[in-house]
């Protein structure tokens, strides 16, 4: 790994003078400013941010908490808050807390031993202590919180839609399955889609989940077709509940969309690769990364923020396993 001294020895002047020039701190010479850049460049020097940061008492290091990211929306939230931060000139920290409220302690724990200036969380726990105390800017992404700024879509329309969408083209038993009670935007998706089936003269099925894992959603969908075998109409919880319940009714011999319909939430990459492809509601995950990176900056940089709160729109991608509409 090349180090600043190397770089030093390659423009020919001290490691006090590199180090001026990389912090922009005290006289340098234009000369010799451009020999060190010359040599930084050539050697493909990257500088330690950590160490950079607490010389100058000043970080571009910013941590993002993810909750899972072996769920494939999580990924894309990610890579628009990393391209964003990369042209604002900052830099990510990712930490994965698997919905464990002891290892997001310990990644917060690490991300302020890092220096970072900033915290993007897109965990469960957004009221918990371990946030409240903390003395810099948080934005929270595809969760709200009580006490710090969010970036959200708008889930209560979410549902809304979906059970639009499935009453309109003749599903007449829906089965809806509620995401975790403890989160409040499963809960929004949850309540928009019965608040719309109430309306209706649909009988309605609620079936609890607990969490979006790959693990326990094939046993929901199992459940699902054992506790309601009638159910002609799914709102998913999520794009990987709605692929283990597209799976559940192949084994079944359902086919799709004549015998069932299923809706599921959030568009991630695979729903347009199963089979039949999956009809759901998009949640903009790439634009709304970028948008609490943004949100995030300007907290940083005390900027006015108008809007702390910022709710994205959601929209019906329609795939095979809707029925089409008459």
């Known amino acids: 790994m090349i180090k600043i001294k190397d770089v030093a020895i390659e423009a020919g002047v001290s490691v006090a003078t590199v180090s ?28 330690n941010e950590v160490a ?18 072996r769920n494939p929306f999580f990924p894309e939230l990610a ?6 931060m990369q042209e604002q000139g900052f830099r990510l920290m990712i930490g994965n807390a698997d919905e464990m409220p002891a290892k997001e302690s310990e990644y917060i724990e690490t991300f302020i031993q890092n220096n970072v200036i900033g915290i993007i969380s897109a965990t469960s726990h ?13 934005v929270f992404l595809d969760r709200v919180s009580n006490h710090h700024p969010s970036v959200y879509a708008n889930g209560v329309e979410g549902g809304k839609i979906a ?14 399955l509620r995401g975790p009670a403890d989160l409040p935007t499963a809960q929004d998706r949850f309540r928009g889609a019965i ?30 077709f054992e506790e309601f075998p009638e159910t002609d109409g799914v709102i998913a919880s999520n794009d990987i509940v709605a692929a283990a319940v597209l799976h559940e009714a192949h084994r079944l011999g359902k086919s799709l969309p004549e015998d069932l319909q299923i809706i ?57 396993t809707t029925r089409k509409e008459e």
């Not at 371990?130 to 948080?138: F, V």
């Open 20 to 47: 001026r020039v990389l912090n922009n701190n005290g006289y340098v010479h234009e000369d010799t400013r451009k020999l060190v850049n010359d040599a930084i460049q050539q050697l493909n020097y990257k500088p």
């Open 52 to 69: 950079r940061s607490l010389y100058k008492k000043k970080s571009r290091l910013i941590g993002l908490l993810l909750p899972d990211i």
């Open 79 to 84: 890579r628009g808050v990393e391209d964003e």
């Open 126 to 138: 957004g009221d918990r202590d371990h946030y409240n105390n903390l003395s810099l800017p948080i």
């Open 163 to 176: 059970a639009k969408v499935l009453l309109k083209r003749g599903s007449q038993t829906i089965t809806v």
């Open 195 to 224: 608040d719309e089936l109430s309306h209706s003269n649909a009988k309605v099925n609620v079936m609890s989940t607990t969490s979006f894992s790959f693990e326990e959603a094939q046993k929901w969908a199992h459940e699902l």
């Open 264 to 320: 599921g939430f959030d568009d991630i990459p695979l729903s347009s690769l199963l089979f039949p492809p999956l009809s759901t509601i998009r949640q903009p995950a790439y634009d709304m990364g970028k948008e609490a990176a943004k949100l995030l900056i300007k907290l940083i940089q005390n900027e006015p923020v108008s809007q702390k709160n910022i709710q994205m729109p959601v929209t019906f991608i329609e795939r095979q």
